[in-house]
């Protein structure tokens, strides 16, 4: 019979790693950024600080394995690779009303979501850097495929759709950290919500209507 190989150091050590990874989490959701430090980090693991250098080489390196594993925008829009391939033949208004309303549901509910953009905004860092411009190749293929349906108009798509992912950030971030209302408007209700909602779908139709009369134009000139 086969000797079982030992593994108690390798497992330990993934445990270990394992523990720290998920402390990141943990610390993110209950205290932000600014409580990312080796001391909560190694204390909330319930492990010793020095393995963060150790298994990670930083806490940087850390924090962004633990980011990383995160695909937060992929989820907010409710996978935004299969819905295009599920839509593109519907129109992308359609499509973009999905991924924005995806993207209110998910950010209005995930706390963790809602600390990783307060820290973008909060903080200049390579690894929020990077993870705005993983948001952004997550935007190209919509655009891509949006792009010819505005072709030889002045509508600017990618301005209407800015300002409505930042309304929405804003929107949910005030009424979370303030629990007060915005424009009237109370944010945390569902009224509110399907409020929101309803205006979404109203700004893009006027959007796309907007196209749809200056392509008639430029043909009948």
């Not at 839509?87 to 990783?116: A, C, H, P, R, V």
Request: contains cysteine; neutral net charge.
């Amino acid at each position: 019979m086969a000797k079982k190989t030992y593994n108690g150091v390798k497992n330990n050590k993934e445990r270990s790693m394992q523990k720290l990874i998920d402390a990141v989490g943990c610390i993110i959701r209950t205290q932000g950024y600014t409580g990312l430090n080796a001391l909560n980090i190694g204390k909330t693991a319930g492990v010793n600080r020095g393995l963060i250098n150790l298994y990670f080489g930083s806490l940087d390196n850390l924090v962004e394995t633990y980011v990383r594993k995160k695909d937060y925008w992929v989820e907010a829009s409710g996978n935004a690779g299969a819905l295009l391939a599920e839509k593109k033949d519907q129109g992308t208004k359609d499509i973009l009303e999905t991924l924005l309303t995806n993207q209110l549901n998910y950010f209005f509910k995930e706390e963790e979501m809602q600390k990783i953009v307060l820290w973008q905004l909060s903080q200049r860092s390579k690894i929020m850097f990077e993870v705005a411009e993983e948001r952004e190749k997550l935007g190209e293929a919509f655009f891509d495929l949006a792009d010819p349906y505005f072709e030889n108009t002045d509508v600017d798509l990618r301005a209407v759709a800015g300002l409505l992912v930042g309304g929405i950030y804003y929107m949910v971030l005030h009424a979370k950290s303030n629990d007060s209302l915005f424009c009237q408007i109370d944010v945390n209700s569902l009224e509110g919500l399907e409020r929101i909602k309803k205006a979404i779908s109203e700004i893009l139709q006027d959007t796309y209507q907007r196209a749809a009369k200056a392509k008639l134009k430029s043909k009948t000139n």
